[in-house]
């Protein structure tokens, strides 16, 4: 037994219809109260009768009740509006500090035992989900009323980074969009290198060549590094002259880098492609992205930026070294990722700064218009019988993935509850 499980008791009314407390008064839940995730009582603005009395206020949860003392409760503000101690096992007085005694709520033998016993079961399972062998076996229901909810919190999530990048860019919408969408165009393996390229050149430098592909280049592989030493082709050299006149002109210095990622990477996801293709996302956008969140539809973002490489990528995926003609241009599932994890969480984290329901709104509205994600994750919720309808029902179960069933919180999520119970 755990305060998990007890408060999962309280808060889904897990308990028998007949309760009444250690003084032998009758117990009513008209409302359990809202659970706090927080320092304090463990539920705020619950309503109960008690006797003949209508109460309202917090309710704590514990194993024991001598746990109220363990804890130093007594002597906190925060547990004095207290109207309840709910317990396992009530094994200690517990007293407000004018000596009345709180009244308590004993559950043991107050609830169905084939619920502990279920929930046990899925905390032993070692499988990829805990309920890996029973979902196929129900009719889930929840899912789909759940996954809104899902989705936003992953945006919440999201929201986290983006509010220290743009804090960190002084509160400049622009700039902060700017290196977060650099930070999503490193598509996961070169993440961090893409956003320090995104710094080193700041974007008020940048949109006043962004019109120029060729200049575009020249600072963007220059400030990567790429462009150290002699070179065969004639293209990087005349690279290399553009950049160190620009480095010169605008007192630019390269970030210190991680390096570069190519292991096991298809030669067409190689940074000198993406940094290309970057260089071309510039170009179109003019370095001016909030036009990208003016959109309703997600298929006009993906129709106006056909993004591909300079001439000399057609030939190469290094410098100097030739290849077959292959024309590289950023896919549209690419794009589509693009909206997924760049310009959706900004919309919402824009609309949760600016107080703008209608851009969080936008942000999801973006997701439900794209297509279910495709990889290891969704492909192993479709062998469990989860099905995937768009990407805001992919980013739900990438939710629910790591932070429900890898940390075993059953408890807390619809599915394990409908389990728990069915």
Known sequence: MNETFISYLWKYRRLNVDLVT??????????????????GPDFFNARLKIGNTTWAGNVEIHLRSSDWYKH????????????????FEDDYPVRYPDGVFLQTLTVKDRFPEYIFDRYLILLKNEQWIPCYNQLKTITVNGFNLWAPGLAIERLVNKSDYIRQ?????????????????????????????????????PLKVGRQHFDNIFQTEAL???????LEGRFSDEYPNRLCVEYQFLKSK?????VAFPSWKYLRMRPSNFPTIRISQWAKFLNLTGGRFFHLLEHGDVHQIVEQTEIFTSEYWDTHYMFDKPSVFSRKTLGKDSIKLLIINGIAPFLFFYGYEKDQPSCREKALGFLEQIGCETNAVTNRWKDAGLKCEN????????????????????LECRIGSELLTS
């Open 72 to 87: 130093g409760h007594q002597g906190d503000l925060a547990y004095r509006n207290a109207i309840l101690h709910v317990v």
């Open 391 to 410: 990407a805001m029902h992919s980013q739900a179960l990438l939710q629910l993935k790591r932070f429900y069933c890898d940390r075993k919180r059953c």
């Open 22 to 39: 250690e003084s032998g008064e009758p117990l009513v839940v008209l409302h359990p109260g809202e659970q706090n995730s927080d320092g």
């Open 220 to 226: 963007l592989f220059g400030l990567a590094g790429m």
């Open 165 to 201: 990048l743009w804090e960190s860019c002084l509160y400049n919408w622009d700039e902060a969009f700017y290196r977060h969408l650099a930070w999503c165009f490193g598509f996961r393996v070169n993440n961090v290198p893409f956003e320090l390229l995104a710094r080193s050149l």
């Open 250 to 254: 605008y007192k630019l210095e390269p």
